[in-house]
């Protein structure tokens, strides 16, 4: 709780992983993925519940096993590929509403994000509860290489580049002359709970940005992702100094 706001945190971890088998409970840095996740969020000072939700027997034990609740088990119409994220999320909000449980936020953690910190959390939380601005928190972190501006396409009828906007002109510029640009990456997510479930999306034009370091935005998808999030955090344990 923070400032007499009720706040849920939801973990998504669903068993069906194409590229990555098992990659929920996959080993990184001596303990299973998720565990990372639970952990950081079990450390909150704000988060009065840490739920995971899913479909899976072996991510359930898992993530009881790390001391997070599993109060409901995900229906599998959720938990296929073409299943839409935010149905899980109000699954649950629903869940503990019939339950007669209800919370002002939802912070949505996903396992495949492990490199963020307890700390950014915490800060995400009062960024939204004390800003007033806005009804959503999404994390993105800065691009600094391949800016939209140097983006081409290739015309289908031509052969020849075109910038995005179908012209043939490209002004010459220096990268330290562009505006900053940023992307999302999915380390933390966090909304007013009545406006999540009006809007469906924590995508609208009262969002506010929760800007992460670079080696914090990496995401597991493959074994590759998995070895880079396994070197950053040996760096991190060596207390070796990592570039934001």
């Known amino acids: 709780m923070y400032k007499g706001k009720t706040i849920l945190g939801l973990i998504p971890a669903r068993g069906g992983s194409k590229g990555l088998p098992g990659k929920n409970i996959a080993p990184l ?42 109060p409901f088990r995900r229906p599998g119409a959720l938990a296929t590929d073409d299943a839409c994220s935010i149905d899980t999320v109000l699954h649950a909000v629903d869940f503990f509403r019939s339950a007669g449980t209800r919370f002002d936020y939802l912070v949505l953690l996903e396992p495949t994000s492990p490199l963020r910190e307890t700390e950014d959390i915490d800060n995400c939380i009062e960024l939204l509860v004390d800003d007033g601005r806005g009804k959503s928190v999404v994390s993105v972190t800065r691009l600094e290489c391949m800016h939209p501006v140097f983006n081409v396409v290739i015309d289908a009828e031509t052969g020849l580049l075109r910038n995005l906007n179908g012209g043939c002109s490209f002004t010459a510029l220096r990268r330290q002359d562009l505006p900053e640009v940023y992307y999302f990456e999915g380390t933390l997510y966090m909304s007013e709970v009545s406006f999540l479930q009006k809007k469906r999306t924590f995508y609208h034009d009262l969002t506010l940005p929760y800007v992460v370091p670079k080696w914090k935005a990496v995401e597991i998808d493959d074994i590759y992702d998995l070895a880079c999030a396994e070197a950053i955090l040996k760096v991190r344990s060596g207390r070796e100094e990592v570039c934001s």
């Open 29 to 70: 840095a001596g303990k299973p993925l998720i565990a990372w996740t639970i952990e950081q969020a079990r450390s909150s000072m704000y988060l009065d519940r840490v739920v995971v939700s899913s479909d899976d027997d072996a991510i359930i034990s898992v993530a009881r096993h790390y001391g997070a609740e599993v």
